[in-house]
């Protein structure tokens, strides 16, 4: 039955694709039903189900508009409830102490700690951040999803970690091996590599360092 055959495809586009590429035979879309579908749904995540829903969706609409279906059969799939979670893990004191020791003042992956605990922004603003947005003790940036300014006292340890890199002309703290500005869904990833290089745990991340900075810089 249609679908049945094709539960390998990894997600909804690949579905749509075998359905154009096969125009000779789309008569069979009338034989698409809901027990086949929810088969599928079944083998995927609660994320992964949610995913689909949405791509096929759209497929499944214009289907109907040509009338090469009577009703929707994805009316009747019933989705997994996604787990309720608290968020990302605030780091702990003993965390935040192991990511220091193993990456001393002076190193990237220092500067980018400082600037996340000190700043307490969300990473697609701590890339951003640069020299040229200090003023008398101040860095005022405003934030890249709103526009609204915010301001970022430059506290001793954060202004040691800022005088021990190399001096450069970029415009960024920050900056790639390659010497190029950090997107917000790169300096996550190499962030998440710093933390596993201090052998922290995976749940130590750039989003839960952020979480942590008011309790940890109260301390």
Known sequence: MFLVEIPHL?????????????REDLGRVALMHSTALQNIFNSKSPAAQRNWMKALHGWVDHCLSLKMIKRDPLAEV????????????????????????NHAVGTRARLAYELLLQAGQSRCDVVRM????????????GRQKTGVPFNVEIT?????????????????????????????????????????????????TSHG???????????
């Not at 970029?170 to 917000?184: D, E, K």
């Open 10 to 22: 990894c997600h909804a586009a690949s579905a749509f694709q075998v359905l154009l590429d096969g």
């Open 130 to 141: 640069g020299r040229q947005h200090i003023r008398k003790g101040v860095m005022t940036i």
């Open 78 to 101: 019933k989705l997994v409830k996604m787990k309720k979670t608290d968020g990302h893990h605030p780091w702990e004191s003993t965390e935040c102490e192991q990511f220091e020791k």
């Open 209 to 219: 360092l952020r979480k942590a900075a008011a309790t940890y810089l109260a301390e």
């Open 156 to 204: 001793p340890r954060l202004q040691a970690a800022m005088d021990a890199m190399p001096a450069s002309n970029h415009l960024t703290f920050l900056v790639t091996a390659q010497g190029n500005p950090f997107t917000a869904a790169g300096f996550g990833n190499w962030f998440r590599d710093m933390c596993r290089e201090a052998k922290l745990p995976k749940r130590c």
